[in-house]
């Protein structure tokens, strides 16, 4: 069992694109892109589980950009 804390530490990944189906490997924990669709992949190591389902849901779930009156900002909303 590998105990390293970063993506370094561990051997690339290999796996099927769940989009197109394509063979990808990836190497680094973000930027690597499939061959077939050009998904782009963020790799979350197996101690960041939480992080990782947190990441997915805010891609993923309801989400509002909101600007700010008086040019003080914008704000994401999300669960």
């Known amino acids: 069992m ?9 051997p690339p990944v ?10 990808v490997l990836v ?3 973000q930027g690597d892109r499939c061959p077939g669709c050009g ?7 197996p101690h960041e589980c939480e992080m990782a389902d947190d990441y997915h849901a805010v891609l993923t ?4 950009l909101v600007q700010l009156p008086g040019g003080e900002g914008w704000i994401v909303a999300h669960f």
């Open 2 to 10: 590998n105990t390293g804390t970063d993506e370094q530490s561990f």
């Open 61 to 64: 779930g309801e989400k509002y």
């Open 39 to 45: 998904f782009e992949f963020k790799w979350f190591l």
């Open 14 to 23: 290999r796996f099927t694109c769940p989009k197109c189906g394509a063979d």
């Open 27 to 29: 190497r680094q924990s």
